[in-house]
C-alpha cells in the first residue's frame, strides 16, 4: 500500500505561512488524484484542497481560496500545501491523501481516497 507522510507543520502566528510537504512512497503520483483534508480540534474531517497530478482544475474549499495552494514535485514524488495568511480557524491536524478518482468524479470526498497519511499539527495563534 502506497505511504503518505506530511511533515511542516507548526505552531505560527495569525497572518504568517507554512508549507506542509506529504512524500509518497510511490515512485510517482501519475494518475492519482491528491488532497488535503484537516481536523480542527473537536471537530469532523474537513475538504481543504485537491489537485489531479496530471493537471486540470484545482478545487479548493472556499475559506482558504486565494491564501492556500496546492502543488506538487514530480521528481521529490511529493505535493505541497502553502499556506499564507494563516488564521486561527485553521488551527487543525491536516492529512494528505490520494487516491485514483474518475475522470468525471468530485475530488472533495474524503471516502474517495484509499491511501492517507498520520497528519501533522498546525496551530495558528492570535
Known amino acids: 500500500q502506497v505511504q503518505l507522510v506530511e511533515s511542516g507543520g507548526g505552531l505560527v502566528q495569525a497572518g504568517g505561512s507554512l508549507r506542509l510537504s506529504c512524500a509518497a512512497s510511490?515512485?510517482?503520483?501519475?494518475?492519482?488524484?491528491v488532497a488535503w483534508f484537516r481536523r480542527p480540534p473537536g471537530e469532523e474531517r474537513e475538504f481543504v484542497a485537491a489537485?489531479?497530478?496530471?493537471?486540470?482544475?484545482?478545487n479548493y474549499r472556499n475559506s482558504v481560496k486565494g491564501r492556500f495552494t496546492i502543488s506538487r514535485d514530480g521528481a521529490q514524488n511529493t505535493v505541497f500545501l502553502q499556506m499564507n495568511s494563516l488564521r486561527p480557524e485553521d488551527t487543525a491536524v491536516y492529512y494528505c491523501?490520494?487516491?485514483?478518482?474518475?475522470?468525471?468524479?468530485?475530488?472533495?470526498?474524503?471516502?474517495?481516497?484509499?491511501?492517507w497519511g498520520q497528519g501533522t499539527q498546525v496551530t495558528v495563534s492570535s
Open positions: 491523501a490520494a487516491g485514483y478518482i474518475d475522470p468525471f468524479d468530485v475530488l472533495t470526498s474524503a471516502q474517495k481516497y484509499p491511501y
Open positions: 510511490r515512485r510517482t503520483f501519475g494518475g492519482y488524484s
Open positions: 489537485q489531479r497530478w496530471g493537471g486540470g482544475s484545482t
